[in-house]
């Protein structure tokens, strides 16, 4: 007998009836404000570029001049033969940036969640989620084999109803600015709810470095806590950093506990040295240049306010994601059809990644825009029906 993918195909049917099916765009530039997307310029609002850094001459140069060092691949794992000088002078600057220890590089956000959580966690334990949180950190928590329990968005009475009756080794995870919300988590009753009751608080602070904090230090500087008050920091180098990668900043104990126990650490190649190169020169240009922080904001102002004029449905966000509440699918794929009509590239996002009934358009900016930009945005905005 043959063995067919029939049931598959039933699968992608189902979902394009749903209105929930997924489809590449292909670029054919350069990241930034401007972009070719299937042959068409348009003014990008769909990227986590926060900074404008993807781009940045100096960093294109620093990673130019590391390839001539190091050439494109690692070769193999940190642990066998990938770890340089680069990658150790990358991860000590930055646990300087975080205020901590150490810092440990990992190839990608979604190896890093998955790899802290399961070398933390095992069976009997528990992990305690917030129910919003991103994919990575949901898987995380399934694949390590603990008690999983999710908790009402930032309801903190819920999660204390749920872990006061703990005995077992626990582990609060949480994102620190919601990907598809923009709104930021309520760290500091988190921390105290997590001392209180001898669990660890772990932060993805992926959309928050670069963009909060008065040094872009991210959510755990914006509310002045220690590496006492969250004990697991992660973050991703792909957004405000504009290259490629993440890290995990804490203690030495934890440090050294994911270099032994983190498969998704142990068992990959080591990203590229020139990525570490060109990260290093972006870390930089991050903590001297305040005035892209300072732009973004503004921006991100600008549209609020522009937005609230026009009746758009925006919303509560502190951060540079703006979502647009549509609702249901087809309504937020016409929606951004209209607006790549219209020369701008504003993603629609669906169920499974937003909850039934909550589609919407993400909006996110970059220090790159100006406020030009933002009100041709908001005018394409008005003149399409929602």
């Given at each position: 007998m043959t063995v067919g993918f029939a049931s598959l195909e039933d699968d992608l049917e189902s979902l394009k009836k749903q209105n929930i099916y997924r489809s590449r765009r292909l670029v054919s530039s350069s990241q930034g404000v401007c972009i070719e997307v299937d042959g068409k310029k348009v003014i990008n609002f769909s990227s986590n570029n926060y900074l404008g850094l993807a781009n940045h001459p100096e960093v294109i140069e620093s990673f130019k001049k590391a390839t001539n060092q190091y050439g494109v691949g690692t070769g193999s794992a940190h642990l066998i033969c990938g770890h340089t000088s680069s990658h150790q002078a990358l991860e000590e600057e930055l646990a300087a940036f975080t205020g901590r220890d150490r810092v440990l590089l990992f190839s990608t956000g979604f190896m890093a969640n998955?790899?802290?959580?399961?070398?933390?966690?095992?069976?009997?334990?528990?992990?305690?989620?917030?129910?919003?949180?991103?994919?990575?950190?949901?898987?995380?928590?399934?694949?390590?084999?603990?008690?999983?329990?999710?908790?009402?968005?930032?309801?903190?009475?819920?999660?204390?109803?749920?872990?006061?009756?703990?005995?077992?080794?626990?582990?609060?995870?949480?994102?620190?600015?919601?990907?598809?919300?923009?709104?930021?988590?309520?760290?500091?009753?988190?921390?105290?709810?997590?001392?209180?009751?001898?669990?660890?608080?772990?932060?993805?602070?992926?959309?928050?470095?670069?963009?909060?904090?008065?040094?872009?230090?991210?959510?755990?500087?914006?509310?002045?806590?220690?590496?006492?008050?969250?004990?697991?920091?992660?973050?991703?180098?792909?957004?405000?950093?504009?290259?490629?990668?993440?890290?995990v900043a804490g203690s030495e104990v934890l440090i050294e506990t994911l270099i032994q126990k983190a498969r998704s650490y142990v068992f990959t190649t080591a990203l590229p040295a020139a990525i570490a190169e060109a990260t290093r020169t972006s870390l930089r240009i991050l903590?001297?240049?305040?005035?892209?922080?300072?732009?973004?904001?503004?921006?991100?102002?600008?549209?609020?306010?522009?937005?609230?004029?026009?009746?758009?449905?925006?919303?509560?966000?502190?951060?540079?994601?703006?979502?647009?509440?549509?609702?249901?699918?087809?309504?937020?794929?016409?929606?951004?059809?209209?607006?790549?009509?219209?020369?701008?590239?504003?993603?629609?996002?669906?169920?499974?990644?937003?909850?039934?009934?909550?589609a919407r358009l993400r909006i996110t900016f970059s220090a790159n825009h100006d406020e030009q930009q933002i009100d041709q945005l908001l005018d394409a905005l008005e003149s399409t029906t929602l």
């Open positions: 998955t790899g802290i959580i399961s070398a933390l966690l095992t069976r009997g334990d528990f992990v305690f989620e917030d129910r919003l949180n991103h994919a990575s950190l949901l898987d995380g928590g399934l694949l390590s084999g603990a008690i999983f329990k999710r908790y009402i968005h930032k309801d903190i009475g819920n999660l204390q109803t749920k872990i006061k009756s703990t005995k077992r080794k626990s582990l609060i995870v949480t994102d620190g600015v919601f990907s598809m919300d923009g709104d930021l988590a309520l760290l500091p009753a988190l921390s105290l709810t997590a001392k209180k009751n001898e669990a660890w608080l772990m932060v993805d602070d992926a959309h928050g470095f670069g963009v909060l904090g008065a040094t872009g230090g991210g959510i755990v500087e914006h509310y002045g806590l220690s590496q006492q008050d969250v004990a697991v920091l992660m973050g991703t180098l792909g957004k405000s950093f504009g290259t490629f990668g993440a890290f903590m001297v240049e305040n005035w892209r922080r300072d732009k973004l904001l503004k921006l991100a102002n600008r549209f609020t306010l522009g937005a609230k004029q026009i009746g758009l449905q925006i919303l509560p966000s502190a951060s540079a994601i703006q979502p647009l509440l549509i609702g249901d699918s087809q309504s937020a794929i016409r929606l951004s059809n209209d607006l790549l009509d219209k020369g701008f590239l504003v993603s629609a996002i669906r169920p499974p990644t937003v909850p039934k009934g909550q």
